[in-house]
């Protein structure tokens, strides 16, 4: 896939108003064989075949856990935003390259209960192209979930330059879920709601339905947007979760200029979440206080009320995380300075574009996966 400007080359990104967005790729024509199938298939011809969209990074201006549920799983109340790093996720549908089996009884293909026909390539070769990558198994969701739908093509292709980094507290890999996702629901021609679609991402990841949401913005994918634009109300940038993750309130989005900077150490979610059980946590984010700042629109009280709680552990069991948090806060001019999720990925907020360049410029001498972003601020 062609290299996407501002997305692929550390620090950089398009001027503001110049970002590019989704943009559909057209069918590039079709056979009357092909259309003479289509029309057996019941399928939709204004459908495309082929979609691109972007996943973007998140951070989170607050993470707070509040105990361990009976399942297993952690209750949080945290504050996410998106930022305008993003990987670029191209899907594609056609027709599977299996025979039909066409059932007596049911007239029905019986190959459409079977596995589907998913192809994942990716431009990092370190990355998994199976049921390992969440993009994959989001693929798998939507099939299981509406195969029953005859005309539904049999086979998925996905392409994925990827730019966020990996394993990294930026929810990179659900946000490439989170575009399958999308991505089907319209080359599949379903007409899912925003409340559907999040609660299939649920089913992946806690942070799925957040990055369903978030690019669905008008600023992220006007294309989403668009097709989407009957739920406006519950599209945004930044939201309050709780629960699991994946409740969500809408929140006005903080408008910032961002410096992440990843130390070259990847961290597991679990393990962090794990060793947070263990520790005594002497303070807890200000979360209320944070959302009165956001819909105040003041960065400076933004800055005094983030916290992230999973500090307490990986702050402690990675030496490169904390390094990273101390330059950024000695050595550049940072509103405020804050590990996102369960880390690596360090953030820093600044008032203006200029002291975050020059942040850029001291922290990419630290880590090589430094990155100038502005915060998705346009719900």
């Known amino acids: 896939m062609p290299e996407i400007p501002g997305n692929g080359r550390q620090g950089a990104r398009l001027p503001r108003g110049k970002r590019q967005n989704t943009r559909q790729i057209p069918n590039r024509g079709t056979s009357n064989k092909e259309r003479k199938q289509e029309k057996m298939n019941g399928c939709n011809s204004a459908a495309p075949n082929s979609i691109e969209i972007k996943s973007y990074a998140k951070i989170n201006l607050s993470l707070d856990v ?104 930026l929810a990179g890999g659900s946000g490439n879920g989170a575009a399958v996702i999308h991505a089907l629901n319209i080359l599949w021609n379903l007409k899912l709601p925003l409340k559907e679609l999040k609660a299939l991402g649920a089913k992946l990841g806690a942070d799925v339905p957040f990055c369903i949401s978030g690019m669905a913005s008008k600023e992220a994918n006007p294309q989403l947007f668009t097709y989407l634009q009957n739920d406006e109300k519950d599209i945004s940038t930044c939201v309050r979760a709780t629960g699991t993750g994946t409740e969500l309130e809408v929140l006005p989005p903080l408008n910032a200029d961002i410096v992440l900077s990843t130390p070259p150490v990847s961290v597991s979610t679990a393990e962090v979440y794990r060793g947070i059980d263990s520790i005594t946590i002497t303070k807890k984010p ?13 960065l400076k009280e933004v800055a005094k009320n983030v916290d992230n709680v999973l500090e307490f552990f990986t702050l402690k069991r990675y030496d490169c995380v904390m390094y990273t948090k101390n330059i950024a806060s000695e050595k550049t001019d940072a509103e405020a300075v804050l590990m996102s999720g369960s880390g690596p990925t360090v953030f820093s907020l600044y008032a203006d574009e200029g002291k975050a360049k020059k942040a850029f410029e001291v922290m990419r001498k630290e880590n090589e996966q430094t990155y100038l972003c502005h915060t998705l601020c346009q719900r």
């Open 66 to 169: 509040l105990g361990k549920r009976p399942d297993g799983y952690h209750e949080v109340d945290m504050v996410m935003q998106l930022v305008d790093l993003s990987d670029s996720i191209r899907v594609s549908v056609a027709e599977s390259g299996k025979d039909n089996d066409i059932d007596k009884d049911s007239g029905k293909d019986k190959n459409r209960d079977n596995e589907p026909e998913i192809e994942l390539h990716i431009t990092r070769k370190d990355l998994p192209t199976d049921r390992g990558n969440i993009a994959y198994k989001a693929a798998e969701l939507m099939h299981e979930t509406f195969r029953e739908k005859s005309h539904l093509p049999g086979k998925i292709a996905i392409e994925i330059e990827k730019n966020i980094p990996v394993a990294a507290g």
């Open 286 to 298: 200000q979360t209320d206080a944070l959302i009165d700042a956001l819909k105040a629109g003041s």
